[in-house]
């Protein structure tokens, strides 16, 4: 099962990077604009309707891992999505990315290895009593209230960013979470009762909320500023939920030395990334 849910993650962050990469390129093809005017006119580009439905696998390919293992082990493979979207949208841009940067993935890759190997992340539960949502749900909701109201206030775009990055972290675990409990219900009860769990719908809502608030951070300040928060902080708070909501045990002790030795590479390795991508040149 476990191998299964790794299986699937790394096809959820593959697919989603594809389908990341295809709406981008799509999206530099049309005029300046928004509203439904720009949707309707990426509607007839191929590339962004398969970016869609890459966008769409990998929300499947997430719901099929989370049924399958524990969300400490789901999430954080997810980063993967950063250098697989890099990887993709390089050749697609005609773009060549620069040593520095093939190092970054290397960390990156090497930092996710090191922490999953050291933190064997287990369990197999999907659901949990509303004693342990509704605590979880208060401080997560209002940790993320916070984070925009300290974007809301602050005049560096820097801050704002940081901000933004950690609030749409804490939406997309949250939504994680939701999304797996959703699911075990679907996988165990049927159709009729996933539409009758109230957790199908707070996915939907947490997942939306998530997406809006990513925009903002990448519209108020640099990737440098949003990536970081937004990469760590989803996999350290889906850990975080892991453990208290689902019950999934960790290594800790001596381990929590590789553990972390694992986040600072996969930090360095994204910092390197934000600060290398915007410098990459056109391949002649």
Wanted: glycine share 10%.
């Amino acid at each position: 099962m476990i191998v299964l849910a790794a299986l699937f993650a790394l096809l959820g962050a593959a697919s989603n990077a594809v389908g990341t990469a295809l709406q981008r390129m799509a999206a530099s093809t049309v005029p300046q604009g928004g509203g439904l005017r720009l949707v309707l006119e990426l509607a007839r580009r191929p590339a962004w309707l398969l970016g869609i439905l890459g966008v769409i696998g990998a929300a499947t390919f997430q719901a099929l891992a989370l049924v399958n293992g524990p969300l400490a082990l789901v999430q954080p493979l997810f980063i993967l999505e950063l250098p697989f979207a890099l990887l993709v949208a390089i050749p697609l841009m005609h773009r060549r990315l620069p040593r520095p940067g093939w190092w970054a993935v290397a960390g990156v890759v090497a930092g996710l290895a090191l922490l999953l190997a050291s933190a064997a992340p287990s369990g197999a539960v999907d659901q949990a009593a509303m004693a342990r949502w509704i605590p979880v749900l208060a401080l997560c909701l209002g940790a993320m209230a916070a984070a925009v109201a300290l974007a809301c206030t602050r005049r560096s775009s820097l801050l704002r960013a940081a901000a933004l990055g950690t609030a749409a972290a804490i939406g997309n675990a949250v939504t994680a979470a939701l999304l797996k409990s959703a699911t075990g219900t679907l996988t165990d009860s049927g159709f009729g009762a996933f539409l009758g769990t109230w957790q199908t719908y707070g996915f939907a809502l947490t997942g939306v909320s998530a997406i809006l608030l990513l925009e903002n951070a990448l519209q108020a300040g640099s990737l440098a500023a949003s990536q970081p928060a937004l990469t760590i902080g989803d996999a350290t708070v889906s850990l975080m939920l892991g453990v208290t909501l689902f019950d999934e045990k960790i290594r800790t002790g001596w381990w929590l030395l590789p553990e972390a030795m694992g986040a600072g590479l996969i930090l360095w390795g994204v910092l390197r990334l934000t600060r290398v991508v915007p410098n990459i040149r056109e391949v002649a």
